[in-house]
């Protein structure tokens, strides 16, 4: 089981930035799809993020133009640029494997308020 630990959270105004960094357990990382995930309050998991081992990315449009999804497979870590930040992107943010999901982590939490 690969393990996940997410950071980078916390409270911003709107129209902040912040970046989420992911760092995964796993000696296969360089090989991995990976993806950012988040949970809104009362609300299900979305996948708004992913990004192939070749760096090829794909976003759910309520983040295109505003997150950007990155990897350094040498230190085995995915990151999230999100910029444009509004209270609807309020949520605890994940990462893990898109279509062979390990074990979540504890995520971190993202709070957009004024």
């Known amino acids: 089981q690969v393990q996940f630990v997410e950071s980078g959270g916390g409270l911003v105004q709107p129209g902040g930035s912040l970046r989420l960094s992911c760092a995964a357990s796993?000696?296969?990382?360089?090989?991995?799809?990976m993806a950012w995930y988040r949970q809104a309050p009362g609300k299900q998991r979305e996948l708004v993020a992913a990004?192939?081992?070749?760096?090829?990315?794909n976003y759910v449009d309520s983040v295109q133009g505003r997150f950007t999804i990155s990897r350094d497979n040498a230190k085995n870590t995915v990151y999230l640029q999100m910029n444009s930040l509004s209270p609807e992107d309020t949520a605890l943010y994940y990462c893990?494997?898109?279509?062979?999901?390990?074990?979540w982590g504890q995520g971190t939490l993202v709070t957009v308020s004024s």
């Open positions: 893990n494997i898109p279509g062979r999901e390990s074990t």
């Open positions: 796993s000696t296969i990382f360089s090989t991995l799809n």
């Open positions: 990004i192939t081992p070749r760096h090829g990315t």
